[in-house]
Nanobody
Framework: QLQPVESGGGVVQPGGSLRLTCATS????????VRWYHQAPDKERELVAS???????DYADAVKGRFAISRDASAGTSYLEMNNLKPEDTGVYYC??????????WGKGTLVTVSS
């Protein structure tokens, strides 16, 4: 079973930065799609960034220009670089790995709190 494990969350002031890491047991990130989701308190989980196996990246409008997704495919690791953080970025961030057969795997999330 492929089990993503997120890390890197924490408390940061508005305008600050964090880098989240999604570690997996696969070396097939050049085939799978990695998706990062954000779940704010009392809200639905929302997709904020994704990277396809081919390397294409996509971002939600709310994070464009501030977040960047990247990967070390040989290490099975995805990163979410988050800059200029805002209080509304607070919440749990989840990593999701989507395989080509349509199955996907979720991590347990890492908490980000943006507060002064």
């Amino acid at each position: 079973q492929l089990q993503p494990v997120e890390s890197g969350g924490g408390v940061v002031q508005p305008g600050g930065s964090l880098r989240l890491t999604c570690a997996t047991s696969t070396t097939l990130l050049k085939i799978y799609t990695v998706r990062w989701y954000h779940q704010a308190p009392d809200k639905e989980r929302e997709l904020v960034a994704s990277q396809t196996g081919g390397g294409g990246r996509d971002y939600a409008d709310a994070v464009k220009g501030r977040f960047a997704i990247s990967r070390d495919a040989s290490a099975g690791t995805s990163y979410l670089e988050m800059n200029n953080l805002k209080p509304e970025d607070t919440g749990v961030y989840y990593c999701n790995i989507l395989r080509v057969d349509g199955t996907d795997f979720w991590g347990k999330g890492t908490l980000v709190t943006v507060s002064s």
